[in-house]
């Protein structure tokens, strides 16, 4: 008659599911670390993408300012009457004047 035996429990040899564990505890500190740097990157991308919408929407305001015929639009005045301020709007892309 043949004898048939079991390895399981106690006989030292590691089963399929206690494999399937001890790879899945090797892999876990590698897969948070990924998991946290691809947070990290992701949230980068994001902050560039708002930071280049700004720029964005910055620059054509910008274009519009540096145009001299544009400030030649602009006034000012001062609050205090011994103060006076003028653009002069053949250089207005560079000179503010203000005189005391």
Do not use: C, H, W
Request: glycine fraction near 4%; proline fraction near 3%.
């Amino acid at each position: 008659m043949a004898n048939i035996s079991s390895l399981g429990i106690g006989s030292g040899v590691l089963t399929s599911e206690l494999v399937d564990q001890l790879v899945q505890a090797e892999r876990a500190p590698t897969e948070n670390r990924l998991a946290q740097k691809t947070e990290r990157t992701q949230a980068l991308i994001s902050a560039y993408g708002t930071l280049r919408s700004a720029v964005t929407e910055l620059r054509l305001p910008m274009r519009q300012l540096s145009a001299p015929d544009n400030l030649k639009a602009f006034s000012a005045t001062s609050s205090n009457e011994d103060v006076a301020v003028s653009v002069d709007s053949s250089k207005a892309n560079r000179v503010l004047t203000v005189s005391m």
